[in-house]
């Protein structure tokens, strides 16, 4: 090949643009913005494109730097599509986040301006790199016809997900590798994942599903290097090019004690034991019924153990608009439980909650970027999937890495969880010589995680690679 970086004086970063296509759910806002921080530290010009609403929603929650303060970093919003925002339905039998239906459905009309934005950039740019989220595949599907310009898939779930969601697809054949196979045994079918609306989503996205010149993993290969490698050996997506690059989350966080900006929860997990918390989120998506608000706070309070627990409703489709419910606790549980628990109404700083020494156990609902924080702060897990990829996560958390109890099973997802399986998970991952294991291997698995993200690491090697493909 010939030294393009001699021929003419420009360095090779500087004639490269890459545009990032992310879909509008907080999970995946927040894991292209960064992703984007990753590939600007590099010198590339980074476009991150959205409807304004979503771009000021992505920048509200970024935690730990400010992307407008980074002069090679541009967000780029195109005019809005006005779509339905409902709230969401907390009495809704599925947990599947239907509210957000339409704000995704509205990402449709983005095909062209998208287009329009990165054919412009690739008469400026020697080449011009498109990084989608895989529910955008049917945004970028024109890219492909301009000659300078190339597209890669960001998978926000891990490869043992995508590899059962494919398998599932395929009508689940034999699988020649009996480790796999070990392994699919456990996971349970998609009915109850999804929602038929967002069928038709996804129908849509898969017809574009050949447009990807490798695929970006938030994922490393010290989590499942054996599913990385399945992906890539029989070209799972169509693709054997992947770059496991993941998790990137701070390993130290700037806020100081008593720092002002400090959120009061991590005063109060100060005044703690090591490992003595069990911290409650079920993310962004999703909302407890008032029924199920009340079995879980009797299930935490009866369980002896102490608690920070966020109690939030799901996003909407547009964060800032309309009223968010509240809520209702039991008559007087607050007051008998202040001394163990504490309850967030608001945004917490889940990532530095989970790397406070006194967390020691995450009931989640399982989203790939809660899963992924947990991991890599050493904290096992009490699983309570919703929807989606979440109960194949579940399962990877509890049966693969065997970091997690099962709290919500799936099976009986229909059901509200009684109070006496929240009080029983919460005892078995806090208080028991089980729960203990699984801290103890979470803890070393944390450990492998976080060295693969520094210099000389898995990750950080297979970011390097991909930052020297994409400007090759
Ligand atoms: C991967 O996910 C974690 C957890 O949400 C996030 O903090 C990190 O920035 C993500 N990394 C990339 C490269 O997107
Ligand atoms: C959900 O059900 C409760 C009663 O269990 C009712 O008070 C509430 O209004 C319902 N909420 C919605 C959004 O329908
Ligand atoms: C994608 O490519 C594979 C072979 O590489 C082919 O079997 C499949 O039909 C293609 N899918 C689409 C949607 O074009």
Not at 280 to 294: A, I
Not at 416 to 431: A, F, Q, W, Y
């Amino acid at each position: 090949m010939a030294n393009h970086s001699h021929e003419n004086g420009n360095r090779k970063e500087s004639q490269i643009a890459v545009v990032m296509v992310p879909l509008p759910a907080q999970g995946h806002l927040n894991q292209l913005l960064h992703l984007s921080r990753l590939v600007s530290a590099a010198s590339i010009p980074v476009h991150y494109v959205g409807y304004a609403t979503h771009i000021r929603q992505a920048k509200l929650r970024v935690h730990g730097w400010n992307p407008s303060a980074i002069a090679n970093f541009h967000f780029q919003e195109f005019p809005p599509t006005p779509f339905h925002n409902p709230p969401p339905d907390p009495n809704q039998s599925s947990k599947f986040p239907s509210q957000l239906l339409p704000s995704l459905s509205a990402t449709l009309h983005l095909r062209d301006p998208v287009y329009k934005f990165v054919a412009q950039l690739s008469s400026n740019f020697r080449r011009v790199v498109v990084i989608y989220d895989s529910l955008m595949s049917y945004v970028v599907q024109d890219i492909a016809s301009l000659q300078n310009a190339e597209s890669y898939c960001f998978r926000c779930i891990p490869a043992f997900t995508l590899y059962s969601f494919r398998w599932e697809a395929a009508g689940r054949p034999d699988d020649a590798s009996a480790e796999a196979a070990a392994f699919l045994k456990e996971i349970p079918g998609l009915d109850g994942c999804f929602s038929p609306e967002f069928d038709d989503f996804a129908r849509l996205q898969s017809g574009s599903r050949n447009i990807s010149s490798g695929d970006i993993y938030n994922s490393s290969r010290a989590i499942e290097g054996f599913f990385l490698d399945l992906m890539s050996e029989r070209k799972i997506t169509g693709t054997e090019k992947l770059w496991a690059v993941g998790p990137f989350n701070p390993v130290v966080f700037p806020e100081k004690k008593g720092s002002r900006s400090r959120h009061e929860c991590l005063d109060w997990l100060d005044r703690q034991s090591p490992d003595s918390v069990i911290f409650v989120s079920f993310g962004t998506t999703s909302s407890l019924c008032n029924e199920q608000v009340e079995k879980l706070a009797l299930g935490l309070e009866r369980s002896q153990q102490k608690f920070v627990w966020v109690l939030r409703d799901a996003d909407k489709g547009d964060i800032f608009t309309g009223e968010v419910r509240k809520s209702e606790l039991p008559e007087g549980w607050e007051k008998r439980v202040k001394e163990r628990g504490i309850i967030v109404r608001d945004w917490a700083p889940q990532l530095e909650i989970l790397g406070h020494p006194s967390t020691g156990g995450f009931m989640s609902h399982c989203g790939w970027n809660s899963c992924i924080e947990s991991i890599s702060m050493g904290v096992p897990m009490a699983t309570w999937p919703m929807h989606s990829d979440q109960p194949i996560n579940a399962v990877f958390v509890t049966k693969v890495l065997r970091t997690g109890v099962e709290v919500k099973e799936w099976a009986r997802r229909d059901e509200v969880v009684p109070s006496s399986t929240v009080e029983n998970g919460v005892r078995r991952l806090m208080g028991s010589e089980e729960g203990d294991e699984m801290r103890k291997r979470a803890q070393e698995l944390g450990a492998r995680v976080r060295s693969c993200v520094l210099e000389g690491g898995s990750s950080s090697k297979e970011m390097d690679a991909f930052i020297t493909h994409i400007i090759r």
